[in-house]
């Protein structure tokens, strides 16, 4: 299984999906630090967020074999720059989390992955387990 490394802000849902994607019980749980042990790597949102802490997720990058760049599908702004893709040397996929949320704007949060940079990007969501299965199916690939 390649391994797997979550950036994206704060309430993006990446602890939430970690825990989906392993089948453990869903519970809120506050990312504090950059755990790189397991197969799927969660960061912190604020490593995204404060501009002193981007460098670090970049050279976590390294650590894995796919970035999945998160973002939720009701966040009213995109904390990822345009062709921020560019800046890792490992394929980067886009991760659209909360896609059952009532509010979601799913062409919105389509548009940002593209000016990231995303060329394959997933519709998951962590509550009713939509698209869990295209992720883990994408990890085992050869
Ligand atoms: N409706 C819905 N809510 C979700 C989903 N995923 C996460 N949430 C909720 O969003 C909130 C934040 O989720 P987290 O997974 O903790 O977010 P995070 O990206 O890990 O945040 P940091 O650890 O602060 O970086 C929690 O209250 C989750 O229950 C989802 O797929 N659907
Ligand atoms: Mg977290």
Known sequence: MKKLILMGRTAAGKTTLT???KGEQLHYCKTQYINYMDTIIDTPGEYMQVHGLGAALALYAYEADIVGVVISANEPYCVFPP???CMVNREVVGIITGVD???ANIPL???WMANIGCKKVFHVSSYSGEGLGD???YLNQD
Request: aromatic residues 0%.
């Open 19 to 21: 825990q989906a994607l």
């Open 109 to 111: 949060a389509e548009q």
């Open 135 to 137: 992720i883990i199916a």
């Open 83 to 85: 062709n921020v893709a």
């Open 101 to 103: 949320k009532p509010d």
